[in-house]
């Protein structure tokens, strides 16, 4: 009984540095933060804290009743329903082509799809900002060479979007592909070999065998890119600032808009909104995409 003692006050002397540091910088400011939804708290209050009154759901109405906000909502699920599919089936596809296709300098292709991963977005920008350039940029000059005039893509309500989303799967693929990979190197060989001695085509048995097999791989992926594109923020503040006229501006934007005007209650309601859908959107995906 000592010795256990003993072991257990050990342990928590180990684990007291994490406790501490948890509640000091995670648990504390999570809670705070919820309780400021409910409050009226603008930057003129820091001086002033406790003039800070309650509003009770007053902020969360504000919020859901707020026109730009539910732009910015509208804005998001497009980029995460058009673009977690596409991402996810760009990274499927140069798994397989990786494990079935290219043999040599396999190891160079991986880093090559990655690189955009572990790349600042500032560099990403640059790239980008080149690419779709109205006048001489490489993508209306190819189109040029067809005859095609290209549009200002950034400058474009409709354009704006999907150029969005066309940059944030060319940066994001590269990791749902590692993962895809791993998965497909984890299924045995013979469970093709069944297939193909059962007289099933290629996709046939990519289709019936290989994606049931790889439903795990699927979901773990689903669901970090998923949470990701639905914080999205990065691409349209350093990209469009969130135009043309709310066009690219995304919930979290938005809330960090609110933060630097100082509407902190607002702001922290918005972060709770968004923090709510990506908890019930996860669940989904977990119910749809378990193992049965």
């Known amino acids: 009984m000592r010795s ?12 007291l540095p994490f406790v501490v540091l948890f509640l000091a910088f995670t648990a504390g400011p999570v809670l705070g933060s919820f309780g400021m939804s409910f409050t009226d708290i603008k930057q003129r209050d820091l001086r002033t804290p406790f003039a800070v009154e309650g509003v009770g759901l007053d902020n969360y109405v504000k ?12 804005n998001t699920a497009y980029f995460v329903v ?26 160079l292709f991986k880093v090559a799809y990655y690189l955009p991963v572990v790349t600042s977005i500032v560099a990403i920008a640059v ?13 209306n000059t190819v189109l040029g060479w067809f005859g095609i005039d290209g549009p200002n893509w950034l400058a ?7 150029s969005l989303i066309a940059m944030a799967v060319w940066r994001n693929f ?26 099933a085509g290629p996709w046939q048995r990519f289709r019936y065998l290989i994606l049931p097999l790889l439903r795990p791989t699927v979901l773990f992926t689903s669901v970090t890119t998923g ?11 350093v990209m ?23 509407n902190y209650g607002l702001a922290t309601s918005m972060a709770y909104i968004l923090f709510v859908v990506i908890a019930v959107i996860t669940f989904i995906q977990f119910r749809l995409l378990r193992e049965k």
């Open 227 to 237: 949470i990701g594109y639905l914080q999205f923020f990065e691409e349209p503040l």
């Open 4 to 15: 256990l003692r003993r072991e257990t006050t050990a342990a928590w002397i180990l684990v």
């Open 82 to 107: 058009v673009g977690v599919p596409l991402t996810l089936a760009v990274a499927l596809a140069a798994a397989v082509l990786l494990d079935r296709g290219i043999k040599r300098f396999q190891a």
């Open 127 to 139: 790239i980008w900002r080149f690419v779709l350039a109205p006048d001489a940029g490489l993508l």
């Open 240 to 262: 469009t600032q969130g135009g043309p006229l709310n066009s690219t501006l995304s919930v979290s934007m938005y809330t960090y808009q609110q933060f630097g005007f100082g």
């Open 156 to 162: 474009s309500k409709t354009w704006a979007m999907p």
């Open 63 to 74: 919020a859901l009743s707020d026109e730009t906000f539910r732009k910015a909502a509208f």
């Open 174 to 199: 590269g990791s749902a592909m590692i993962i895809f990979l791993a998965g497909l190197q984890g299924i045995p060989a013979t469970v093709e070999e069944a297939g193909q001695i059962d007289g």
